[in-house]
């Protein structure tokens, strides 16, 4: 437990750079899907999002580790669900909820330390 604490300290700025990244790109997709396929300023401000999210991700990794950051991208997917739950009413089902603990837990796991 001491090196994951270590781990999470040493990244500590790389893994909020990459959470904020994951939120602004999941924003920016939600954001496309809501444009309905028109050049508005949804898609537009999309973009934009999508855009600031990938420059923090770049950003990310100069700040830690490509073993603890990269693993984190996928909460990106635990994101979506949650805008997709809050934004475009979509159903949670008990396969979403496993699989969003399954994301979590993977991330925390595989990217929680450097050794």
């Given amino acids: 437990m001491n090196r994951f604490v270590q781990s ?5 700025i790389g893994i909020l750079f990459i959470l904020i990244a994951s939120v ?3 924003s920016g997709q939600m954001l496309w899907k809501l444009s309905d396929g ?3 300023v949804y898609l537009l401000f999309g973009f934009s999002l999508y855009f600031i999210g990938a420059v923090l ?29 809050a934004f475009l009413h979509e159903p949670i089902t008990t396969m979403k909820v496993i699989g969003t603990l399954l994301i979590t837990s993977g991330a925390i796991l595989i990217g929680g330390g450097d050794h």
């Fill in 24 to 26: 602004s790109t999941a």
């Fill in 57 to 85: 991700m770049i950003v990310a990794f100069r700040f830690g580790s490509l073993s603890v950051l990269h693993p984190l991208l996928s909460m990106g997917y635990v994101f979506g669900l949650l805008l997709g739950v």
């Fill in 8 to 12: 999470l300290q040493k990244n500590k």
């Fill in 38 to 40: 028109n050049w508005n």
